[in-house]
């Protein structure tokens, strides 16, 4: 199925909540201020585009980095 | 447990509100299950559950296994060594690995020629990272492969020391760290910023160049439109899930009898886990192996599947025994990253494992933060106002917030929060054992035993005034007995070492993570195990899981076979916020109740008995009604018409439903310490003498375990309060102490006397009712310290660590 959210596909992150994966995972941003992102792509805090990565930004599809969450794969 | 102020809760929205709803049962029941605390109004409290949830657990004192002091299940593989941590895996043909760094805080590259490392004897593959969407997984990153040099354009730009570039996979350790050195790299070196406050100048040097337009989606919460960066600075965040602003902030200072505010600040705290962060990564045709030191098993399958574009099935993660990682290990890591790509490289497994220095540079830390709290006081105590503004650094990344606390540990009508991240050339930050909530207790509990010390009041019983959360008022009270809290005489010593007595308390929410699921399996043979992704990272969590399934079968802990740590098996959650116990006992506890209601429909049939009158206890199967029908367990498993007994289970939704929502409880769970300490006036050193920690987790399913978190979390943050702390050359940009000798960990002698209070307490959540004690053990010590010293020395000191040179400024002597 396609991932409700609109973040990018290679978004993570972690908050006191666990891992937020996107995808088939709920993505809770519920605490902002002490959450912590990545990019799966550069497994770093910085995007392939040099701009960090974070929820407010990598759902934006004017970023050139952007890329649409794909179907699960599961089996 | 009411929350004061809850008219400002908000709802963390899910993306896909009816994918993440609550679920609702054909068929379901009403049970009673014990609420609140034993020995202080217990009572009980009706739930409407699924039907084939199990009976409701008593009390730990009426159980068997639960709740009693049972030695961990691999105590006896850790002491001898026998267990194998992710860095004693040895594969056949196994390859080294190690990574390139950047040496320089901010540089871009101008040549990269790997020609020599390629060259040198036994190494196999190098691989560079590169900044191409994709580009970070493919053979060459879209390069040619048997190119030297490389496309410098699309090399990352460097912007902290430790950076990775580059990495080999070479046949030893040895000829991996000589052949890295080989690399050829030239630099050109920009200007740099590592300090908070000059990072905040308008010409500081830029970490960010270009500025994203940014798009705000529905239900964040926390992102306003001044969600913004200017320099390097970013934000503020005015918002949690627990809202945003209330009431009238100004109206409520005009309203105090006194206002109190003060700045604070904290340092940066390297993550120290006593294993490093690394894998061993095997990449073969049908399968991809990780041996992964994580605190989520499942999230780094999810990463490699996702990034490699396999399957989910065709990726296996195992964590069999992991050495700590307090929030740092999650996701596969460029390390687990890079190891897979050079394993796909070579066709060999390769083994990535950072050292200490790596570990202090890049494997993240808890970010630094400046804090400006201004509380209002009405004259009966009552807090009248909160207005905090924080700035921090978590380096190159983001979420250097100070936590909720100053939100919603004490009931306040008016508040307001303008939390701000600043962007430094310094390794990312990453979560940390209750992130943020350690930095902002160290602030609020200060303002609290000022505010008390100015209405003439004790902390204890003015917190009592003020926080009306039952558990921490038993916990106030108990652990004020345990501690002799008021017989303490500060301060009064009459030689230059001064004793003193502080105390401060800390919350933390009771998260749960539903994707946690777990198989029991009864044996014909007699052996029963249960299977889960769900990882020990070091707290106990294989032998709770047994004690759970013994209960239920009425079998001892050690009867049970645990074998967690891999994702061949169910997903279980993974290991951070505190969450494990609450997610997957409940799950395991349903499974092994499956199990043995299917046993038990076996052995009816063949006693010709209803399965109801049948009960597992003491190693036994036997008839309630008819004494004459007994058998041992062993004797029972051999009428299985088939050789095994398997039962699944996920973690169902709460007892009543979440009281927040998409897996988040409101019931705080409290944490109070008191802390004495002597301070030696002549040379500033403050010696921590003893700590009393009283604590709730729930239900407490192995004590002897959950006073090992707390041990470990007072630990933790006697070094924080004392001694840990990132130094940065301001020349270069390297970390002066990045080895565990200058960076100062609390050793035997610094580690105080600990002594736990633990409230057994009820909330009629799960068919465990067990909830995490990782985050709170940590939150409240550095705070509780900091006011033992004011108590001590009556200078209060407003930054950490709170080392000699502070204590002797401090106090005017030079």
Same mark, same amino acid.
């Given at each position: 199925?396609?991932?409700?959210?609109?973040?990018?596909?290679?978004?993570?992150?972690?908050?006191?909540?666990?891992?937020?994966?996107?995808?088939?995972?709920?993505?809770?941003?519920? %605490?902002?201020?002490?959450?912590?992102?990545?990019?799966?792509?550069?497994?770093?805090?910085?995007?392939?585009?040099?701009?960090?990565?974070?929820?407010?930004?990598?759902?934006?599809?004017?970023?050139?980095?952007?890329?649409?969450?794909?179907?699960?794969?599961?089996? | 447990?009411?929350?004061?102020?809850?008219?400002?809760?908000?709802?963390?929205?899910?993306?896909?509100?009816?994918?993440?709803?609550?679920?609702?049962?054909?068929?379901?029941?009403?049970?009673?299950?014990?609420?609140?605390?034993?020995?202080?109004?217990?009572?009980?409290?009706?739930?409407?559950?699924?039907?084939?949830?199990?009976?409701?657990?008593?009390?730990?004192?009426?159980?068997?296994?639960?709740?009693?002091?049972?030695?961990?299940?691999?105590?006896?593989?850790?002491?001898?060594?026998?267990?194998?941590?992710?860095?004693?895996?040895?594969?056949?043909?196994?390859?080294?690995?190690?990574?390139?760094?950047?040496?320089?805080?901010?540089?871009?590259?101008?040549?990269?020629?790997?020609?020599?490392?390629?060259?040198?004897?036994?190494?196999?593959?190098?691989?560079?990272?590169?900044?191409?969407?994709?580009?970070?997984?493919?053979?060459?990153?879209?390069?040619?492969?048997?190119?030297?040099?490389?496309?410098?354009?699309?090399?990352?730009?460097?912007?902290?020391?430790?950076?990775?570039?580059?990495?080999?996979?070479?046949?030893?350790?040895?000829?991996?760290?000589?052949?890295?050195?080989?690399?050829?790299?030239?630099?050109?070196?920009?200007?740099?910023?590592?300090?908070?406050?000059?990072?905040?100048?308008?010409?500081?040097?830029?970490?960010?160049?270009?500025?994203?337009?940014?798009?705000?989606?529905?239900?964040?919460?926390?992102?306003?439109?001044?969600?913004?960066?200017?320099?390097?600075?970013?934000?503020?965040?005015?918002?949690?899930?627990?809202?945003?602003?209330?009431?009238?902030?100004?109206?409520?200072?005009?309203?105090?009898?006194?206002?109190?505010?003060?700045?604070?600040?904290?340092?940066?705290?390297?993550?120290?886990?006593?294993?490093?962060?690394?894998?061993?990564?095997?990449?073969?045709?049908?399968?991809?192996?990780?041996?992964?030191?994580?605190?989520?098993?499942?999230?780094?399958?999810?990463?490699?599947?996702?990034?490699?574009?396999?399957?989910?099935?065709?990726?296996?993660?195992?964590?069999?025994?992991?050495?700590?990682?307090?929030?740092?290990?999650?996701?596969?890591?460029?390390?687990?990253?890079?190891?897979?790509?050079?394993?796909?490289?070579?066709?060999?497994?390769?083994?990535?494992?950072?050292?200490?220095?790596?570990?202090?540079?890049?494997?993240?830390?808890?970010?630094?933060?400046?804090?400006?709290?201004?509380?209002?006081?009405?004259? %009966?105590?009552?807090?009248?106002?909160?207005?905090?503004?924080?700035?921090?650094?978590?380096?190159?990344?983001?979420?250097?917030?100070?936590?909720?606390?100053?939100?919603?540990?004490?009931?306040?009508?008016?508040?307001?929060?303008?939390?701000?991240?600043?962007?430094?050339?310094?390794?990312?930050?990453?979560?940390?054992?209750?992130?943020?909530?350690?930095?902002?207790?160290?602030?609020?509990?200060?303002?609290?035993?000022?505010?008390?010390?100015?209405?003439?009041?004790?902390?204890?019983?003015?917190?009592?005034?003020?926080?009306?959360?039952?558990?921490?008022?038993?916990?106030?009270?108990?652990?004020?007995?345990?501690?002799?809290?008021?017989?303490?005489?500060?301060?009064?010593?009459?030689?230059?070492?001064?004793?003193?007595?502080?105390?401060?308390?800390?919350?933390?929410?009771?998260?749960?993570?539903?994707?946690?699921?777990?198989?029991?399996?009864?044996?014909?043979?007699?052996?029963?195990?249960?299977?889960?992704?769900?990882?020990?990272?070091?707290?106990?969590?294989?032998?709770?899981?047994?004690?759970?399934?013994?209960?239920?079968?009425?079998?001892?802990?050690? %009867?049970?076979?645990?074998?967690?740590?891999?994702?061949?098996?169910?997903?279980?959650?993974?290991?951070?916020?505190?969450?494990?116990?609450?997610?997957?006992?409940?799950?395991?506890?349903?499974?092994?109740?499956?199990?043995?209601?299917?046993?038990?429909?076996?052995?009816?049939?063949?006693? %010709?008995?209803?399965?109801?009158?049948?009960?597992?206890?003491?190693?036994?199967?036997?008839?309630?009604?008819?004494?004459?029908?007994?058998?041992?367990?062993?004797?029972?498993?051999?009428?299985?018409?088939?050789?095994?007994?398997?039962?699944?289970?996920?973690?169902?939704?709460?007892?009543?439903?979440?009281?927040?929502?998409?897996?988040?409880?409101?019931?705080?769970?409290?944490?109070?310490?008191?802390?004495?300490?002597?301070?030696?006036?002549?040379?500033?050193?403050?010696?921590?003498?003893?700590?009393?920690?009283?604590?709730?987790?729930?239900?407490?399913?192995?004590?002897?375990?959950?006073?090992?978190?707390?041990?470990?979390?007072?630990?933790?943050?006697?070094?924080?309060?004392?001694?840990?702390?990132?130094?940065?050359?301001?020349?270069?940009?390297?970390?002066?102490?990045?080895?565990?000798?200058?960076?100062?960990?609390?050793?035997?002698?610094?580690?105080?006397?600990?002594?736990?209070?633990?409230?057994?307490?009820?909330?009629?959540?799960?068919?465990?009712?067990?909830?995490?004690?990782?985050?709170?053990?940590?939150?409240?010590?550095?705070?509780?310290?900091?006011?033992?010293?004011?108590?001590?020395?009556?200078?209060?000191?407003?930054?950490?660590?709170?080392?000699?040179?502070?204590?002797?400024?401090?106090?005017?002597?030079?």
């Amino acid at each position: 199925m396609e991932s409700p959210a609109n973040y990018c596909r290679y978004l993570r992150g972690k908050n006191a909540y666990g891992t937020l994966e996107g995808g088939d995972k709920p993505f809770l941003n519920f %605490d902002p201020a002490s959450s912590t992102y990545w990019c799966l792509l550069t497994m770093g805090p910085v995007g392939p585009d040099s701009q960090p990565a974070h929820i407010t930004t990598c759902g934006n599809e004017k970023r050139k980095c952007y890329t649409v969450p794909k179907v699960d794969k599961e089996g | 447990m009411a929350n004061p102020n809850k008219k400002k809760v908000v709802l963390p929205v899910a993306p896909d509100k009816e994918a993440h709803g609550p679920v609702k049962h054909l068929y379901s029941k009403k049970i009673k299950l014990p609420y609140g605390v034993p020995g202080h109004g217990l009572t009980e409290k009706e739930r409407e559950v699924a039907i084939d949830e199990p009976p409701p657990m008593p009390i730990n004192e009426k159980l068997s296994v639960v709740g009693k002091r049972t030695k961990r299940a691999d105590a006896l593989y850790k002491v001898t060594g026998a267990a194998k941590y992710t860095a004693d895996i040895q594969l056949p043909g196994m390859l080294y690995g190690k990574f390139l760094r950047s040496p320089h805080p901010h540089a871009r590259i101008k040549s990269l020629d790997l020609s020599a490392a390629k060259r040198y004897p036994g190494v196999h593959a190098v691989h560079v990272l590169d900044m191409e969407p994709g580009g970070s997984v493919q053979l060459d990153g879209g390069h040619d492969a048997s190119a030297e040099t490389y496309n410098i354009d699309k090399l990352p730009l460097l912007r902290y020391v430790g950076q990775p570039i580059a990495a080999v996979a070479a046949e030893s350790q040895n000829i991996a760290d000589e052949a890295v050195k080989l690399i050829k790299i030239e630099y050109e070196t920009l200007p740099f910023v590592l300090e908070l406050d000059k990072a905040r100048q308008k010409n500081a040097p830029v970490v960010f160049e270009e500025k994203i337009e940014e798009e705000i989606s529905e239900g964040d919460v926390g992102v306003t439109a001044a969600d913004k960066q200017q320099g390097n600075l970013r934000g503020p965040t005015t918002s949690s899930f627990l809202g945003g602003a209330r009431g009238d902030v100004d109206k409520g200072f005009a309203e105090a009898e006194f206002i109190l505010e003060k700045e604070f600040r904290t340092q940066v705290q390297t993550h120290c886990c006593l294993e490093t962060h690394g894998v061993v990564a095997d990449w073969q045709p049908d399968m991809l192996t990780v041996y992964s030191s994580t605190q989520n098993t499942a999230g780094v399958r999810d990463d490699l599947a996702e990034l490699f574009d396999l399957p989910k099935s065709k990726v296996r993660v195992i964590t069999e025994y992991m050495g700590g990682g307090f929030g740092s290990k999650f996701g596969a890591g460029h390390f687990g990253v890079m190891a897979t790509i050079l394993s796909r490289k070579t066709g060999r497994p390769v083994k990535l494992m950072l050292n200490r220095e790596e570990e202090h540079l890049v494997a993240g830390n808890r970010p630094n933060s400046h804090q400006i709290l201004k509380m209002g006081f009405r004259k %009966d105590g009552k807090i009248s106002a909160i207005d905090l503004t924080s700035y921090g650094t978590a380096g190159v990344a983001l979420g250097a917030g100070v936590g909720r606390v100053a939100q919603d540990l004490y009931e306040c009508p008016n508040f307001r929060m303008a939390q701000y991240d600043v962007f430094t050339h310094a390794g990312p930050g990453a979560a940390f054992r209750a992130p943020g909530n350690v930095q902002g207790i160290f602030a609020l509990e200060q303002m609290i035993d000022e505010a008390a010390e100015r209405l003439g009041m004790d902390p204890v019983k003015y917190r009592d005034i003020i926080d009306n959360h039952e558990v921490r008022k038993l916990e106030r009270m108990k652990g004020a007995e345990a501690f002799g809290w008021k017989n303490k005489k500060p301060g009064s010593d009459p030689g230059p070492i001064k004793r003193g007595f502080g105390m401060a308390q800390g919350h933390w929410t009771r998260f749960i993570n539903l994707n946690s699921s777990a198989t029991v399996r009864i044996n014909k043979d007699g052996s029963v195990a249960i299977m889960s992704s769900v990882q020990d990272i070091g707290t106990g969590t294989k032998t709770i899981l047994a004690q759970v399934v013994a209960e239920e079968l009425g079998l001892m802990a050690e %009867d049970i076979t645990v074998k967690i740590g891999d994702t061949l098996y169910p997903d279980g959650p993974g290991s951070g916020g505190s969450v494990t116990a609450g997610s997957i006992t409940p799950a395991v506890r349903n499974a092994a109740y499956k199990a043995k209601m299917d046993l038990l429909g076996q052995v009816a049939g063949a006693w %010709d008995v209803e399965v109801s009158d049948l009960e597992m206890k003491n190693g036994d199967v036997y008839s309630k009604s008819d004494s004459s029908k007994k058998m041992s367990f062993g004797e029972a498993v051999k009428k299985m018409r088939t050789n095994q007994i398997v039962a699944t289970a996920s973690r169902p939704d709460d007892y009543g439903g979440f009281e927040i929502g998409n897996g988040i409880g409101y019931g705080r769970l409290g944490s109070v310490q008191f802390a004495e300490v002597l301070v030696d006036t002549e040379t500033g050193f403050i010696k921590v003498e003893r700590v009393v920690a009283a604590h709730s987790c729930g239900r407490p399913l192995n004590p002897m375990q959950v006073e090992s978190q707390i041990n470990g979390g007072v630990i933790m943050g006697v070094g924080y309060a004392l001694y840990e702390d990132r130094i940065l050359d301001l020349n270069t940009g390297h970390m002066v102490n990045a080895n565990l000798d200058q960076y100062k960990l609390p050793y035997a002698k610094e580690i105080p006397q600990i002594e736990t209070v633990i409230i057994e307490h009820y909330g009629a959540f799960s068919s465990t009712d067990a909830s995490g004690i990782g985050e709170p053990a940590n939150i409240p010590t550095a705070g509780a310290i900091a006011n033992a010293v004011y108590n001590a020395i009556g200078v209060r000191l407003y930054e950490l660590p709170m080392t000699p040179q502070k204590v002797l400024a401090a106090l005017g002597v030079s």
